[in-house]
């Protein structure tokens, strides 16, 4: 884990470095290099995120939450990584409507997700009013 | 992570833009707006499909 954050680090470094001596000549390509720097870091952290999510499955198993509950927190969470980092390269390059849009999809997205959940809750408080 | 792809998109550029200004030296204008688009072609085919396989790769990590 050490040793690979700090393997990330010098990748984005050199990767900044490279795209902004790349940028006075050609700037497309400085910014398909920051991107694909950007791409292999997240490349990086998939196994971090596989190990993660296996561990708070884990422990709602113990707290006895919902199984599904964590299913849509987890997909919640994927939706927001992909937003993200769709948003985040549109930004980069200038494209600061493309970027709104896309957070407008991720947003809804996520609302479309969590919908269930504020059934359930508004479910168990009337439930809980009526006794 | 393979860095390679990093450097292969810095040689492309690099190759493109030595390219670009020999040929506008010639007096090939047209050529050099050529050899950068053809090298701005190839990057972006190796980066977006790296972008697609991110993508695949998170949208089973996390079932959506």
Redesign the interface.
């Given at each position: 884990m050490m040793i690979n954050i700090v393997s990330v680090c010098v990748l984005a470094v050199f990767a900044v470095i490279l795209g902004a001596a790349l940028r006075k000549e050609n700037g497309e390509i400085a910014a398909l290099l920051l991107t694909a720097a950007a791409v292999l870091i997240a490349f990086a952290a998939v196994p971090y995120v596989q190990r993660v999510t296996e561990q708070l499955s884990e422990l709602s198993e113990q707290a006895a939450v919902k199984a599904e509950y964590m299913q849509a927190l987890v997909r919640a969470v994927g939706i927001c990584v992909l937003t993200r980092t769709g948003a985040d390269i549109c930004r980069e390059n200038g494209g600061q409507s493309a970027a709104s849009g896309v957070e407008l999809f991720g947003r809804l997205a996520v609302l479309l997700i969590a919908c269930p959940l504020y059934a359930d809750l508004i479910k168990t408080v009337g439930a809980f009013l009526s006794q | 992570?393979?860095?390679e792809?990093?450097f292969k998109?810095?040689a492309?550029?690099?190759i493109?833009?030595v390219l670009?200004q020999v040929l506008a030296r010639a007096g090939r204008d047209d050529q050099a707006m050529l050899t950068?688009l053809a090298?701005?072609v190839i990057?972006?085919t190796?980066?977006i499909r790296?972008?697609s396989?991110?993508?695949t790769?998170?949208?089973s990590?996390?079932?959506?």
């Open positions: - | 992570m393979d860095i792809i990093l998109i810095a492309v550029g690099i493109v833009s670009g950068a090298g701005l990057v972006l190796m980066v790296e972008v396989k991110l993508f790769t998170v949208k990590l996390f079932g959506l």
